[in-house]
């Protein structure tokens, strides 16, 4: 079983920023993949950003250039910098980790962008 403790949500002001952060009970160096999931009321989950075991980073078109995802292995830990936030942005946030043997979800932390 993989433990997921998510950090960072708020409360910020439209063109304000916010860092997430998602620390694993396991190594994420070797996971498929590690990311970033969000769910506004009403709305589905999407994908916002997340790092394949290759390293890649992919993000969904309306965070590029605003959000970046890295990670910090030693510490088994991701990160989101969320940059320019709007009021399009509120939601609940799920880190995501996927490994050989399951897929794992964060419980969520509130994101609200006031405009």
């Known amino acids: 079983q993989v433990q997921l403790v998510e950090s960072g949500g708020g409360l910020v002001q439209a063109g304000g920023s916010l860092r997430l952060s998602c620390t694993a009970s396991?190594?994420?160096?070797?996971?498929?993949?590690v990311g970033w999931y969000r769910q506004a009321p009403g709305k589905q989950r999407d994908m916002v950003a997340h790092i394949t075991n290759g390293g890649r980073a992919n993000y969904a078109d309306s965070v590029k250039g605003r959000f970046t995802i890295s990670r910090d292995n030693a510490k088994n830990t991701v990160y989101l910098q969320m940059d320019a936030l709007n009021a399009e942005d509120t939601a609940v946030y799920y880190c995501r980790v996927v490994t050989g043997w399951g897929d794992y979800w964060g419980p969520g932390t509130q994101v609200t962008v006031s405009s």
């Open positions: 396991v190594n994420i160096f070797s996971v498929n993949l």
